[in-house]
């Protein structure tokens, strides 16, 4: 899966240049502020392309972005003219373009944020998968689980003897990968719905680390 992103806009020229230079990821377009909120509500997006001055309301869904659960890291590059260029950086857009829009000035900015967009793609995307683990609480038990998603920040386990969990814990499980590379971390409880609870990563050692997220990016941009 392509990093992916959103593009507000009501503009031709500016539908066609960023289409252009944003080629080598998944786009997706609205033309109106209401439109963008309830994709911003439903979805998740690694960048925004907002023209905030060529459709009304424009600099508000900058805001609705930074507020958003799911898209509040993502970059934001935001079109604007003189009279809402600043107020486009207080409510947080990472890049601020003039119109008309230039297309080396955009393609710079893209360049310069192609591994900030491609590592919220990683924190944020989902693998689906089934593999044996085990967690472990504080006070030693071990507990029989099995993942059924990871990212980058963490994974979703079922346990498989009904035991309840709080606080922090620590879990292992083997990657699908050639080297059967085994993850151990620590973890704390941020959800649990039943027998399925999701875990935020708390640490992981430095070269295990580095293996996951080498396997977690080549699954996550097939």
């Known amino acids: 899966m392509r990093i992916n992103g959103l593009v507000v806009s009501h503009d031709a020229e500016v539908q066609q240049l960023v289409a252009k230079v944003f080629a080598t990821m998944d786009l997706r377009s609205c033309e109106d502020h209401q439109s963008a909120i309830e994709l911003i509500e439903r979805n998740h997006f690694d960048g925004f392309i907002i023209d905030c001055d060529g459709l009304e309301r424009g600099a508000e869904i900058v805001a609705a972005v930074r507020s958003s659960r799911s898209n509040q890291k993502s970059v934001v590059f935001a079109i604007t003219s003189a009279k809402t260029s600043t107020k486009a950086l207080e409510l947080?857009?990472?890049?601020?373009?003039?119109?008309?829009?230039?297309?080396?000035?955009?393609?710079?900015?893209?360049?310069?944020?192609?591994?900030?967009?491609?590592?919220?793609?990683?924190?944020?995307?989902r693998y689906e998968l089934s593999l044996d683990a085990e967690v472990v609480r504080n006070d030693g038990?071990?507990?029989?689980?099995?993942?059924?998603?990871?990212?980058?920040?963490?994974?979703?386990?079922?346990?498989?003897?009904?035991?309840?969990?709080?606080?922090?814990?620590?879990?292992?499980?083997?990657?699908?990968?050639?080297?059967?590379?085994?993850?151990t971390a620590a973890a704390m409880l941020c959800w649990a719905r039943g027998p399925i609870f999701g875990m935020k990563f708390l640490a992981m050692p430095g070269e295990i680390r580095k293996q996951y997220a080498d396997w977690l990016s080549s699954m996550a941009l097939v």
């Open 92 to 125: 947080g857009s990472n890049f601020v373009l003039p119109k008309p829009l230039d297309f080396d000035h955009l393609s710079t900015y893209f360049q310069s944020s192609i591994l900030k967009m491609e590592a919220e793609h990683r924190r944020y995307f």
């Open 141 to 183: 038990k071990v507990i029989p689980a099995q993942v059924l998603n990871v990212s980058d920040g963490g994974v979703a386990v079922r346990l498989l003897d009904g035991t309840h969990l709080h606080g922090s814990v620590a879990i292992w499980f083997r990657l699908p990968d050639a080297q059967k590379t085994r993850v």
